[in-house]
């Protein structure tokens, strides 16, 4: 499995760049996994991220878009705007989470 070093730290990643130990993640991670992918967290990009991880952890899966829509009361359109392009699998790297199943 390969390994990242991220904020003077090593980091267990997939081949994708997706942390495979979310444990190790924090939010000083997030904000230097963000800044990777050119994206600024705000208040509302952690509304989103906070969802993520607390929904993780009940279901012990990365929740899909409509999941974060529905349960997470962040509408789709707002997302997209927060996440460009690839919401679903932006918001699960940023959070420290495996990629959503049918992510492409």
């Known amino acids: 499995m390969p390994v990242a070093t991220m904020d003077g730290r090593q980091i267990h990643v997939?081949?994708?760049?997706f942390l495979t130990d979310p444990?190790?993640?924090?939010?000083?991670l997030a904000d230097t996994l963000?800044?990777?992918?050119?994206?600024q967290l705000t208040e509302a990009h952690w509304k989103a991220i906070r969802f993520l991880r607390d929904d993780f952890a009940v279901k012990g899966e990365t929740p899909a878009i409509r999941r974060v829509s529905i349960a997470g009361g962040i509408p789709v359109k707002e997302l997209f705007t927060l996440f460009p392009q690839k919401p679903a699998k932006k918001m699960a790297y940023i959070a420290g989470l495996p990629k959503p199943r049918g992510c492409v």
């Open 34 to 39: 963000a800044g990777q992918i050119g994206i």
């Open 23 to 28: 444990t190790e993640w924090n939010d000083q």
């Open 14 to 17: 997939n081949d994708e760049g």
